[in-house]
């Protein structure tokens, strides 16, 4: 199921950037528009955006603005942390790895995945290539 970012209804070329909860709801703010709007579920599952109006220290939720959410929105994408030495990596292989079961996937859903070194830096990413897998590393990173 794909996870991508909510387009904004304020401007359908902008992304909405999750920016907290509520004790019920999440926020999203669309910094284009700097706009804020809240997810709501009803009662028969059917998901929409709310404009939330943050005028003075109440906030004010205006249901005349409502905005249904896509049906195949399963949610924000996401990242996933990853040891180095979890993977198999082969700089002799033009860095194509091997993921562990159900980092694939994470893939294949519109997540990220970082991986990390001993010290818990961030030492590259696991880029999709067509059917292939890779490490592209960061700047400055050389496996020892």
Same mark, same amino acid.
């Given at each position: ?11 359908? &070329? ?21 706009? =804020? ?9 059917? @998901? ?18 409502? =905005?249904? $959410? ?33 980092? @694939?996937?994470?893939?294949? &859903?519109?997540?990220? $995945? !970082? ?6 830096? $961030? $030492? ?10 890779? !490490? ?9």
């Amino acid at each position: 199921m794909p996870h991508y970012r909510l387009p904004s209804p304020a401007d359908p &070329n902008c992304r909405l950037t999750k920016r907290g909860a509520t004790w019920d709801s999440t926020i999203y703010h669309c910094t284009a528009t700097n706009s =804020f709007w809240m997810l709501h579920m009803d009662r028969h599952g059917d @998901r929409f955006l709310y404009a939330y109006l943050i005028d003075g220290p109440k906030p004010i939720i205006d249901k005349s603005q409502k =905005f249904p $959410v896509p049906e195949d929105w399963t949610g924000d994408p996401e990242t996933v942390y990853v040891a180095l030495e979890s993977i198999h990596d082969s700089e002799m292989s033009g860095d194509s790895v091997n993921l562990p079961g159900g980092l @694939r996937e994470v893939l294949d &859903n519109g997540d990220r $995945v !970082l991986i990390t070194d001993f010290d818990n830096a $961030v $030492v590259g990413e696991i880029i999709r290539d067509g059917d292939e897998l890779r !490490l592209e590393r960061r700047d400055g990173y050389a496996p020892s």
